[in-house]
Each structure stands twice: as C-alpha cells, then as structure tokens.
C-alpha cells in the first residue's frame, strides 16, 4: 500500500478479529455454520465463536431475543472461495438453499447468496485479483 495514502495510519498494526452476528436461533445456527465448514471454538448458552479453515478471523453468534430483527439486509458477510462453484453444489446437496446461484457480477467477483436461520445474509464469492486490485481501484493505494 502506497504510503503517502496511508498516511497517520502507518504505525497501526491491525486484522480483523471477527464479526458477530444475531442469532435468533442459536442452535440452529451454530448447525448451520458448522455445515459451511467453519469450526466451533467457543460454545457457551449464548454465544458462539467460529475459526474459518483458513487466516486469523473468526465469526462469532451472540443469541437475541426471537423478536429481534435479524441484522439489517445491507450488512452482508462475505467468505470468499477458490473453488466457489464446487462449494456451493456441496453446500446444496448437504441442504443448504441459495437465494442466488453463483453468478459473474459486474463488479468482477463471482457471487452466490444465502442467509442463515436468524436471516442473515452471506455471501461466497470468488474474486481473485480483483478483491483488492480492481480496475477502479485508488491509484495512490496500490
């Protein structure tokens, strides 16, 4: 990253550590992540936390009341995928449904949607190069 973009943020040494998602049915969606392949680390009566197979972060499930509206539909967590189309045919033969189907998208990445039980929405997607390096990426942060 070039650092005149980086500026005062240089000195920082930052990885996400995790992103936590209402679970209106804990239960069930702790099934459902560990189907998606992710691994339990933490399992207390409200709360759960997942390691993904690869990198540093983890997802975590915090239970709310079954009143609760689920996060709000523009808050989508993405899990990117080399062999995106291959993930989603096991995903669906195991019971998983897909709102959408892996598709090419305008923006370069490869996407298919889903939610989880307390309906919140996902997305597994393959986007190589162009996660990081688009086209219309700023030029001054290369």
């Not at 759960?48 to 509206?69: I, M, Q």
């Not at 993405?78 to 998983?96: H, M, N, P, Q, V």
Request: aromatic share 10%.
């Amino acid at each position: 990253i070039n650092a005149e973009y980086m500026g005062d943020f240089l000195d920082l040494s930052m990885d996400l550590n995790q992103v936590t998602l209402p679970a209106r049915e804990l239960a069930a969606s702790i099934a459902f992540y560990r189907q998606l392949g992710l691994v339990q680390i933490v399992d207390s009566p409200h709360y759960a936390r997942f390691l993904l197979s690869s990198g540093n972060s983890t997802l975590s499930l915090h239970a709310v009341d079954g009143a609760s509206p689920p996060a709000p539909d523009w808050l989508v967590v993405y899990f990117e995928t080399k062999d995106l189309d291959a993930t989603c045919d096991r995903l669906k033969a195991s019971g998983i449904i897909f709102e959408q189907d892996p598709r090419d998208e305008s923006w370069l990445w490869r996407e298919a949607r889903l939610r989880d039980p307390s309906g919140n929405a996902l997305c597994l997607y393959w986007a190589g190069e162009n996660r990081v390096n688009p086209p219309w990426r700023i030029p001054a942060s290369r």
